[in-house]
């Protein structure tokens, strides 16, 4: 079993005001850690704070 070395969590800000500038922010941070080695690790985590909606993707690095 390959050993978790590092971790982080990615997020995201998505709030009305800029509705049309929001497409695939998460997704872009997402996809750059993962060419760098980083694997997404668990579920998209929703968080809803003052008209803002907070998107969440746990990222880790495995031992190699």
Known sequence: MDKITE???LSA???Q???SDQHDRLTKKVNEH???GWQPYGPLG???LSDTLILTQPMVRYDT
């Open 34 to 36: 993962i060419q760098v």
């Open 46 to 48: 929703k968080t809803i």
């Open 17 to 19: 005001a800029d509705a």
């Open 13 to 15: 800000l998505y709030t």
């Open 7 to 9: 971790d982080k969590v």
